[in-house]
């Protein structure tokens, strides 16, 4: 099922962990390294961690397991961008006997993800290269990576490969192309995603759509609204001042009494 890692002359046996050589136990096994991707440790810090509790991140989550549904016992289920384990750690807590598979470049958040979810077989890898065969996965998730890849149409092209015949993909992208700005830009999106853009894509990769919707689409007016009035403000911020408006966006966000009211 894994091709074997760089350096190696087999796939190490798996054990909440790795097991490399005599008596260690790696977190992850690495295929490929972080190089230009469009994340950092400092990122991981700042967006992924608020991400556990920020009430857009908790719908994000609910709504591709309410898509996942009913598994097989043994199901294979890849997390693609998996980064510090929080979608994981509900897949474990939904399908206890599942195979979670988790994949992401930076390896800072893969050992925490470890940390929360031992038992997932994590891999460094690229998401349109990914080390897995052929039809050999029942369900693909994402929660908000395929913003961060220059060529999403590769990646959606991987996930068709490894899909089994009959399996199924739940991905979730931020929507509202013309909303693009600072925040984006700081955290390393590509795009943000087009009515109808993903759909079309993922058909073109070969995946049969079966849904596209919006989630939080109730929050949208508000949304557009205040991403039209910081792109006046602060789109032209650099440096040490971009970095604390984006902070001040996730933390005003994260504390918004709208998550509590929705």
């Known amino acids: 099922m894994l091709a074997v890692p760089p350096g190696t002359d087999a796939v190490p046996r798996f054990d909440d962990g790795w097991l490399i050589g005599e008596n260690r136990c790696a977190p992850y096994l ?11 440790d400092e990122l991981e810090s700042l967006h992924e961690e608020s991400s556990r509790t920020h009430f857009l991140d ?5 709504a591709i397991l309410e898509q996942v549904g009913d598994l097989p016992e043994h199901a294979v289920v890849l997390d693609l961008g998996c980064s510090t384990g929080h979608l994981l750690q509900d897949l474990r807590g939904a ?13 800072a958040g893969l050992e925490k993800a470890h940390a929360h979810v031992p038992s997932a077989r994590l891999l460094q890898a690229d ?8 039809d050999s996965v029942d369900v693909v998730v994402s929660a908000n990576m395929l913003e961060h890849v220059a060529d999403d149409r590769n990646a959606l092209a991987e996930i068709r490969r490894v899909l089994r015949p009959g399996a199924r993909a739940a991905l979730v992208v931020p929507g509202g192309a013309r909303t693009y700005d600072y925040y984006d830009r700081f955290l390393g999106h590509e795009r943000r995603y087009a009515r109808g853009e993903l759909a079309r894509k993922a058909s073109d990769a070969g995946l049969e759509v079966i849904e596209d919707r919006y989630i939080a689409s109730l929050c ?12 006046l403000r ?5 440096g040490d001042a971009l970095a604390e408006r984006v902070a001040h966006d996730i933390g005003t966000t994260r504390d918004s009494r709208v998550g509590r009211v929705l």
């Open 95 to 107: 399908y206890p006997q599942a195979m979670l598979i988790g994949v992401d470049l930076i390896a």
């Open 127 to 134: 998401t349109c290269d990914l080390p897995l065969a052929e």
């Open 220 to 231: 949208y007016p508000a949304f557009w609204l205040v991403k039209q009035r910081n792109r």
């Open 30 to 40: 690495s295929y490929a390294q972080a190089g230009a991707v469009n994340w950092s």
């Open 234 to 238: 602060f789109d032209r911020l650099e």
């Open 58 to 62: 908790l719908w994000t989550r609910a």
